[in-house]
C-alpha cells in the first residue's frame, strides 16, 4: 500500500487559517469515511486530532476542522496558534482492511 | 483512562527477532469494541502502520511487513506482542503501540513509543 500524499510543509501567521490536503485513492479515501488527522510535537506520540473525516474527540478546539472531496481528504485549522506549530499526519482506512497514513506536514506558524 | 506502555529491548542485532510487549492499564483488552495496534516512526520520518490484532486473535499486517510480523494478544495479563523477524538497519525506529477503534479505524490512545535500535 502507498502513503497517502501530503504536503511537506505550510506555515500562517497567528490568526490566520491554513488547510493541510491529504490525497489517496478511491481504495482508501475515496472509498471510506474513515479519515483521521493526528499531531505530532517533536518527541511526543501522536494525538488524535480529527476522526471518521470530520469529527472532534472530546477535549480537541473546535478551531480544528475537516473535510473530505472525492479521493482527498483536508484539515483547516483556523485562528493560529504558536501551540499548533507540528508535524501533522492523516490516516485512512484501506481496501484490503489496513490503515494507510500520510507522509506527514510540518505546520510551520510564523 | 486508558494508558499504553511499550517495552522491550532496545537494540536488537541485524537478522534477529525484535519483540516488544504493549501492556494495557485502564482498559480491557478483551473489549470488543477495539483493536490494537503497532505502528512505527524512523527518526525524521513519518508514521507506518504495522498492524493490528482483535479481541478474539484476529491480525491483520502491512503487506510490506506481513512476512516478517506477528502481532499476538495476552488477556490474561492485559498485553499484547508484536515481533519482527529478520531485521536490519531500516527497523530502527520509534516503536508505538496505540488502541485503535473497530468502528473508525482511528488510533486514539498512544503509548509512548519505545526507540529500537538495528545494529551489530
Known amino acids: 500500500q502507498s502513503a497517502l500524499t501530503q504536503p511537506a510543509s505550510v506555515s500562517g501567521s497567528p490568526g490566520q487559517s491554513i488547510t493541510i490536503s491529504c490525497t489517496g485513492t478511491?481504495?482508501?479515501?475515496?472509498?471510506?469515511?474513515?479519515v483521521s488527522w493526528y499531531h505530532q510535537h517533536p518527541g511526543r506520540a501522536p494525538k488524535l486530532m480529527i476522526y471518521?473525516?470530520?469529527n472532534r474527540p472530546s477535549g480537541v478546539s473546535n478551531r480544528f476542522s475537516g473535510s473530505k472531496s472525492g479521493n482527498t481528504a483536508s484539515l483547516t485549522i483556523s485562528g493560529l496558534q504558536a501551540e499548533d506549530e507540528a508535524d501533522y499526519y492523516c490516516s485512512s482506512y484501506t481496501s484490503i482492511s489496513t490503515v494507510v497514513f500520510g507522509g506527514g506536514t510540518k505546520l510551520t506558524v510564523l | 483512562q486508558v494508558q499504553l506502555q511499550e517495552s522491550g529491548p532496545g537494540l536488537v542485532k541485524p537478522s534477529q527477532t525484535l519483540s516488544l510487549t504493549c501492556t494495557v492499564s485502564g482498559g480491557s483488552v478483551s473489549s470488543g469494541s477495539y483493536y490494537w495496534s503497532w505502528i512505527r516512526q524512523p527518526a525524521g520520518k513519518g508514521l507506518e502502520w504495522i498492524g493490528r490484532v482483535s479481541p478474539t486473535g484476529y491480525t491483520n499486517y502491512n503487506p510490506s511487513l506481513r512476512s516478517r510480523v506477528t502481532i499476538s494478544l495476552d488477556t490474561s495479563k492485559n498485553q499484547f506482542s508484536l515481533k519482527l523477524s529478520s531485521v536490519t538497519a531500516a527497523d530502527t525506529a520509534v516503536y508505538y503501540c496505540?488502541?485503535?477503534?473497530?468502528?473508525?479505524?482511528?488510533?486514539?490512545?498512544w503509548g509512548q513509543g519505545t526507540l529500537v535500535s538495528v545494529s551489530s
Open positions: 471518521d473525516v470530520s
Open positions: 496505540a488502541r485503535h477503534l473497530a468502528a473508525t479505524h482511528t488510533f486514539d490512545y
Open positions: 478511491s481504495s482508501d479515501i475515496g472509498g471510506y469515511n474513515y
